[in-house]
């Protein structure tokens, strides 16, 4: 089956710092990655829809230029979570949709931010 | 707009009895529907889906949901569950009229399991 990576796992983070998240199609190519963001004991919430070689869609109320995000290959994006503060500590799961065949989305197993 | 509800919070049975985890929908186009588990600290697991066919959608670890248009509702259910069955059980839906639509998900219902 479909598998996507995601790395680090778990990060830990100073309040101002800047940290990179990864999103891996492992055995497809994906055109559309998608962001979600999920607080202890509640749902997953999209942050942000990325299609390869633009610009990422962001919803409403997520702020774009804190959280960049790039696809910059058919297997790859990432997300920067810039000047992170405690807030932004949260459970990051990021999701790819295969190029052939519509109805799919794999997701991640999800990374661990804790700003400090 | 697309949306979906989970309106129980928790759900409590015992083992070897039968389970279901309700879910409801609302999409402009037609939906695509999915069932996800959550272990903690894990990521998703995908369950079972619904695009087209049959209205009862049989999945993983015995898992099965029934799709009924007419009540917009995807309900998860189980013949006989286990210990090991309880997690956090998560219903999405898609608006497969768009092929720009994005999965949403409900806010979650914690199933647990006792011996």
């Known amino acids: 089956g479909a598998v996507v990576s995601q790395h680090p796992s778990r990060v830990i983070c100073k309040s101002g710092t800047s940290v990179k998240i990864e999103c891996r199609s492992l055995d497809f190519q994906a055109t559309t990655m998608f962001w979600y963001r999920q607080f202890p004991k509640q749902s997953l919430m999209l942050m942000a829809t990325?299609?390869?070689?633009?610009?990422?869609?962001?919803e409403q109320g997520v702020e774009k230029d804190k959280f960049l995000i790039n696809h910059a290959s058919l297997t790859l994006s990432t997300l920067t979570v810039t000047s992170a503060h405690p807030e932004d500590s949260s459970f990051y799961i990021c999701?790819?949709?295969?190029?052939?065949?519509?109805?799919?989305?794999?997701f991640g197993p999800g990374t661990r931010l804790t700003v400090t | 707009a697309q949306s979906v509800a989970q309106p129980e919070d928790q759900v409590n049975v015992a083992e070897g009895n039968p389970l279901t985890v309700k879910c409801t929908y609302s999409v402009s186009g037609n939906p695509y529907l999915f069932w996800y588990v959550q272990y903690p600290n894990r990521g998703l697991q995908f369950l079972l889906k619904y695009i087209t066919g049959d209205n009862l959608v049989k999945g993983s670890y015995g898992f099965e949901a029934e799709f009924n248009k007419s009540q917009t509702s995807f309900h998860l259910k189980k013949p006989s569950a286990l210990v090991s069955d309880s997690a956090l059980y998560f219903c999405?839906?898609?608006?497969?009229?768009?092929?720009?639509?994005?999965?949403?998900f409900g806010s979650g219902t914690r199933l647990s399991i006792r011996p």
């Open positions: 999701s790819a949709r295969p190029t052939m065949g519509p109805y799919e989305q794999y």
């Open positions: 990325s299609n390869e070689g633009s610009k990422a869609t962001y």
């Open positions: 999405a839906v898609r608006d497969g009229g768009s092929s720009a639509s994005k999965i949403i």
